[in-house]
T-cell receptor
Framework: DGGITQSPKYLFRKEGQNVTLSCEQN?????MYWYRQDPGQGLRLIYY???????QKGDIAEGYSVSREKKESFPLTVTSAQKNPTAFYLC??????????FGPGTRLTVT | DQQVKQNSPSLSVQEGRISILNCDYT??????FLWYKKYPAEGPTFLIS?????DKNEDGRFTVFLNKSAKHLSLHIVPSQPGDSAVYFC????????????FGTGTSLTVIP
């Protein structure tokens, strides 16, 4: 059945290491998004991609990188330059610029 | 600068009564609004949307009202059920291709049996 998968659900890393979060969708959606959620805050956009091989920075792109080599996949790399990487990361996709469908999220803890 | 605001972090309602969740926005270019429901450690799920050409949209127990002049929208849940207990986010977007959605900080709804 169709959906968005994010793996792993929980991820632990040491400070100074880069880490890549996976996001895959089989909904045939053109647009994909990465958000970050921190306690007491709304979802903040990190990066988004409207088509393959193209992506734009969101409000908080510093310390993150993405790629969109395939329509189905939009991995997010949290680099060592991200000062506060511990957070809940959400990936979403959309068939247009309207409703977004979210994955289950990955909780990243960096110590 | 928070362009979409949900000023009530939490709300408690008795089962069977109406839940009203509020959302305010500052950007007059916003033209499309959505509500999402989120359980802990899960991704948000889409609930209902409204575009600026309407002032009301209804889907079962859920109704969203939009007051463009006041830059305010609200989500009404009637009747409220214990399974509605979750965090509710409103989101807004200008209807231009390539633009992003802006999310509020969420309101945690607890429906008391």
């Amino acid at each position: 059945d169709g959906g968005i998968t994010q793996s792993p659900k929980y991820l632990f890393r040491k400070e100074g290491q880069n880490v890549t979060l996976s996001c895959e969708q089989n909904l045939n959606h053109d647009a994909m998004y990465w958000y970050r959620q921190d306690p007491g805050q709304g979802l903040r956009l990190i990066y988004y991609s409207q088509i393959v091989n193209d992506f734009q920075k969101g409000d908080i792109a510093e310390g993150y990188s993405v790629s969109r080599e395939k329509k189905e996949s939009f991995p997010l790399t949290v680099t060592s330059a991200q000062k506060n990487p511990t957070a809940f990361y959400l990936c979403a996709s959309s068939p247009s610029n309207y409703e977004q469908y979210f994955g289950p999220g990955t909780r990243l803890t960096v110590t | 600068d928070q362009q979409v605001k949900q000023n009530s972090p939490s709300l408690s309602v008795q089962e069977g009564r109406i839940s009203i969740l509020n959302c305010d926005y500052t950007n007059s270019m916003f033209d499309y609004f959505l509500w999402y429901k989120k359980y802990p450690a899960e991704g948000p799920t889409f609930l209902i949307s409204i575009s600026s050409i309407k002032d009301k949209n209804e889907d079962g127990r859920f109704t969203v009202f939009l007051n463009k002049s006041a830059k305010h929208l609200s989500l009404h849940i009637v009747p409220s059920q214990p399974g509605d207990s979750a965090v509710y986010f409103c989101a807004a977007s200008p209807v231009v291709v390539g633009n992003q959605f802006y999310f509020g900080t969420g309101t945690s709804l607890t429906v008391i049996p």
